[in-house]
């Protein structure tokens, strides 16, 4: 199986595909991820608001992997905000996952006061509790604002990105700002799987609909962790870093994107 990695802005190589554990109720959470690390899988986004964080932990123990050999990114509640709350809240974020540091920390979502939540993340970050900071779901503006008052640049920016709404713009804006994008709802939520595009390539290349439009995320150079707690989806959607899409592959999905 590939090993594809994309080195962030601080120089930490994080793996392209994870999986990601929205919406996996905290009973089933330990066992998706101990299955998936059993599989392969090296990258794994959760979030406060998710409320599987102590799952996610419990899994990794459970599956054997070093702690250093998983990526994982959690991301602050709206709820705690401010430079004091979002410093106890990662400490939370640590007990409830047991582990000394988490990999990537990201604002959930702009909330008004986020200079300060931000400058708590950047000291988090010196302090070693958090190897990578970023955003989600930030405007360019937002974005531009938190870079002008801390001159520090967010490693990677998490937004809704897929074939049909790629959001060319702003992945134009990171990349001129060497921010890395992450594509959250990487299948459209599971619908891209029956788009007709999806099915004439995934037949073409011989792959699955769901390989083809995550190989499409890879090699536009996304970092993306769809969801599933299913074993054979979870086996199936790693299938995706050993499938290869020629430049008309390519094309034909970007020509999946809605029109403006
Ligand atoms: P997704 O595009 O990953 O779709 C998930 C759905 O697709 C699943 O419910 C499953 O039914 C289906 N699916 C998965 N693999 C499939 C396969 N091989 N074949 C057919 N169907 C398949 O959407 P998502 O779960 O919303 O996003 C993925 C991850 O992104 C989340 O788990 C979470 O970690 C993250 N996320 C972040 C935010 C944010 O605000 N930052 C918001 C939503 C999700």
Not at 35 to 61: F, I, M, P
Not at 68 to 89: C, F, N, P, Q, S
Not at 114 to 138: H, K, P, Q, Y
Request: glycine share 10%; with cysteine; hydrophobic share 35%.
């Amino acid at each position: 199986m590939a090993d594809l990695r994309v080195t962030l802005n601080d120089g930490s190589p994080i793996p392209q595909l994870g999986f990601g554990v929205y919406h996996v109720p905290p009973p089933d959470t330990a066992r998706v991820v101990r299955t998936a690390l059993g599989l392969g899988y090296r990258h794994v986004d959760t979030a406060q608001g998710y409320g599987n964080e102590a799952q996610v932990g419990e899994g990794l123990r459970a599956s054997g992997v070093p702690r250093e050999d998983v990526w994982i990114t959690t991301k602050l509640d709206d709820g705690r905000h401010g430079y004091d709350e979002a410093r106890a809240a990662l400490a939370e974020s640590l007990d409830r996952l047991g582990t000394d540091y988490v990999d990537l920390f990201l604002i959930h979502r702009p909330k008004g006061a986020d200079v300060e939540t931000w400058r708590a993340m950047c000291a988090l970050r010196d302090e070693g509790r958090v190897r990578s900071i970023g955003l989600s779901n930030f405007s360019r503006r937002g974005v531009r604002e938190l870079v002008d008052a801390t001159g520090v640049v967010p490693a990677v920016h998490q937004i809704r990105v897929n074939p049909r709404t790629p959001h060319r713009a702003m992945q134009r804006f990171h990349r001129r700002r060497g921010i890395v994008t992450e594509s959250w709802g990487p299948l459209r939520e599971g619908r891209l799987v029956a788009h007709p595009t999806a099915r004439r390539v995934a037949e073409r290349v011989g792959a699955t609909p769901a390989q083809v439009i995550l190989r499409w995320h890879l090699q536009r150079g996304l970092v993306v962790f769809p969801k599933s707690s299913d074993p054979g989806r979870l086996a199936e959607n790693l299938g995706a870093l050993d499938v290869e899409l020629s430049r008309r592959d390519l094309a034909a999905i970007d020509r999946m994107r809605r029109r403006p």
